[in-house]
């Protein structure tokens, strides 16, 4: 009885747990899909057993697309041996042959059906992961429909599970769109629970007439170079969420972030 009673239990809390999971993913979906840095999604392994030593960004955005390259040390700081799995994520690449990635300095295939790479860390050891890529930061609908359709394909290519869009479209009907570009997690678990960062430093270029959204824009320090302005970011947080776009549009798209980020509109 009693063992009937553990196991019923542990459903309960898993049940529970993917619940908050597809919450936190649904909240943020609005946000998750704008054009944005690469990112670096942990597959396995308890987030608190992983510490991001070095994370260093560097993007040029231009009138229709960006240039990125991330570069990140992830260190195993439990007493165990881990073994895990990274995900890299890139919306809206203009080609996937502008999608380069290094492991420890070598470079390995990027495959867009399957953008994964395990590997085994022992207590204490490091691993490198340099991804660069150039994409798109034109947000549209279609775009949208596109990135869902082939995130979800891959999602069930790897986890047999079927996914329906439709319930995820209707968050982006308020959605007011254009040219965008975000500074996302950068290295996260599951793309939900971002990493602790023992150092950061990121620059990106944009146009002079774009503008900086950000929940902490004391912390980026801007400077004009010709016809561009460079953002440079070098606290430990406070950087994620951050978004690049025209100043025409900084108005309505705050405004729209705000009703979507509501609970009003969330129930």
């Not at 309960?12 to 979906?29: G, K, R, S």
């Not at 944005?36 to 030593?53: C, Q």
């Not at 034109?138 to 891959?154: C, F, M, P, T, W």
């Amino acid at each position: 009885m009693l063992y009937r009673i553990k196991i019923h239990t542990n459903i309960t809390l898993l049940l529970l747990l993917a619940t908050l999971v597809c919450a936190f993913q649904a909240q943020a979906a609005s946000r998750n899909l704008l054009p944005r840095i690469p990112d670096i999604v942990l597959e396995k392994g308890f987030s608190e057993n992983f510490l991001v030593t070095d994370c260093k960004a560097s993007v040029k955005v231009t009138e229709n697309d960006a240039q990125s390259t991330l570069d990140v040390s992830i260190k195993n700081r439990s007493p165990k041996k881990i073994k895990s799995s990274v995900k890299f994520r890139v919306l809206y690449p203009t080609s996937e042959n502008q999608i380069q990635v290094r492991v420890n300095g070598k470079t390995i295939r990027y495959d867009r059906k399957s953008p994964r790479y395990s590997f085994e860390l022992e207590s204490q050891a490091s691993i490198n992961f340099s991804l660069s890529a150039r994409t798109n930061i034109n947000y549209s609908i279609d775009g949208v429909r596109e990135a869902l359709r082939k995130e979800h394909q891959d999602d069930e290519a790897n986890k047999g599970k079927k996914f329906d869009l439709s319930g995820l479209m209707k968050l982006f009907e308020r959605e007011k769109f254009g040219k965008r570009f975000l500074v996302g997690a950068l290295v996260s678990k599951w793309g939900v629970f971002p990493l602790e960062f023992e150092k950061v430093q990121l620059e990106i270029s944009v146009p002079s007439d774009f503008a900086l959204v950000a929940q902490e824009p004391e912390k980026w320090q801007s400077k004009n170079s010709g016809r561009n302005r460079v953002f440079t970011f070098t606290s430990l947080d406070g950087f994620d969420g951050t978004v690049f776009l025209p100043e025409t549009d900084r108005e309505e798209f705050v405004k729209t972030q705000k009703i979507l980020n509501s609970s009003e509109f969330m129930h």
